[in-house]
């Protein structure tokens, strides 16, 4: 029967979109759901803040009257305007193993981009680089992470297909925890402290982060803009971020370095690994899977999901990343962890990845970001 691809235009249809996955997966034990609300407030522009310089459509394939497809399109203008490419997003893709239904998606969303006058398609990609970004193409046994996204091995063979090639790619690694720090280490960040006038700033509770969140994603904003694809958050995308995580975060994983003047020098923040329960909870809290997810942020979940890093441009190079993994490696002795994931970071960053050869490591996962010429 032939593919028909429905653009959404209620709730229902929302709804529908943000369950697929967990029907085209059920049963894989690699793939790990996104929490429902999130996904839901990502597509309502209320709840948004990037539709102020954005606009999106979804769409969803039936074949027969099932769904059997998925697909969002974004154009995100403040990109555009800053990187100089006419280009489209296209992300939240999945679809069956069906060369015309994935055909049949990105024709509609490479249309969409051509009446708006765009040159390019690209993705998979979100609204921000706070979204969901990057196709696997490597590490398909492996168990997929909140931060990332999960695909089966056929996803990227579809887009080849469909003419698409490599744009960039990001690495990911699992490190494995010491049994202590090294003298080396622990001398290395005596010295930045001491030269630099870096302390670590202390917290005994989430809400003791909140006065800092500002200067934390002003100092990711300043670190992060020359990277690949990166838009600067807004002001209420930062006061949604602040509010919707920082009160959130055990203080412990999120480790904070202020200067003499109390600016934010750098940070890196990380969590007790939520894989497992998200499986179990199918990503949504109610009726009960908040308890899965409260169980997760014990102390006996021993592995850890890292997800932002940043340090201010004019101390990079100073040994400041250096003093930041120490202390998140000492906070995860203490705690008995047993190994991080990196998530994701680009396979350009060497100074990033350059951490990684000081511990026990394994490059396990890869995915990308495709592009095509479509005007």
């Known amino acids: 029967m032939e593919v028909k691809v429905k653009e959404i235009t209620c709730k229902r249809d929302l709804k529908d979109f943000i369950n697929f996955p967990l029907k085209l997966y059920a049963g894989n034990d690699k793939f790990v759901p996104s929490f429902y609300f999130d996904e839901i407030n990502s597509f309502i522009p209320k709840k948004n803040p990037a539709f102020d310089y954005c606009e999106s459509k979804q769409w969803l394939a039936y074949r027969d009257g099932k769904i059997v497809g998925r697909i969002a399109g974004i154009i995100n203008h403040k990109y555009i305007e800053k990187w100089g490419k006419k280009a489209a997003r296209f992300g939240w893709i999945d679809f069956i193993d069906d060369h015309e239904v994935s055909s049949a998606l990105m024709k509609t969303v490479i249309d969409w981009a051509l009446e708006n006058k765009l040159e390019y398609i690209h993705g998979p990609l979100g609204f921000t680089d706070m979204d969901y970004e990057g196709m696997l193409i490597e590490g398909f046994e492996e168990t997929g992470t909140l931060a990332t996204i999960y695909n089966y091995p056929y996803y990227p063979k579809h887009l080849e297909k469909l003419g698409f090639e490599k744009e960039v790619d990001w690495v990911e690694f699992e490190i494995k925890v010491p049994k202590e720090i090294p003298d080396k280490a622990e001398r290395i960040g005596e010295i930045v402290k001491h030269k630099l006038g870096i302390r670590i700033l202390k917290a005994r509770k989430a809400k003791d982060l909140i ?165």
Not at 300 to 314: E, F, K, Q, V
Not at 323 to 334: G, P
């Open 211 to 375: 006065p800092y969140g500002r200067d934390l994603f002003l100092t990711l904003n300043d670190a992060y803009k020359d990277l690949f694809g990166f838009v600067e958050l807004t002001d209420k995308q930062i006061d949604k971020y602040i509010k919707q995580y920082i009160g959130y975060i055990n203080p412990e994983y999120l480790i904070l370095l202020l200067d003499k003047s109390d600016r934010v020098a750098g940070f890196v923040i990380a969590m007790p690994s939520l894989s497992k329960a998200l499986q179990k909870s199918k990503g949504k809290l109610l009726p009960f899977g908040f308890l899965h997810i409260l169980k997760a942020l014990r102390k006996s979940n021993r592995y850890l999901d890292m997800y932002l890093g940043a340090i201010r441009p004019d101390l990079q190079g100073k040994g400041v990343d250096a003093l930041l993994m120490t202390e998140l490696t000492r906070s995860s002795i203490k705690n008995g962890m047993i190994s991080a994931e990196t998530n994701i970071e680009l396979e350009t960053n060497v100074l990033v990845q350059g951490h990684w050869k000081y511990f026990e490591n394994r490059q396990h996962k890869r995915r990308r970001c495709f592009i095509k010429k479509i005007g």
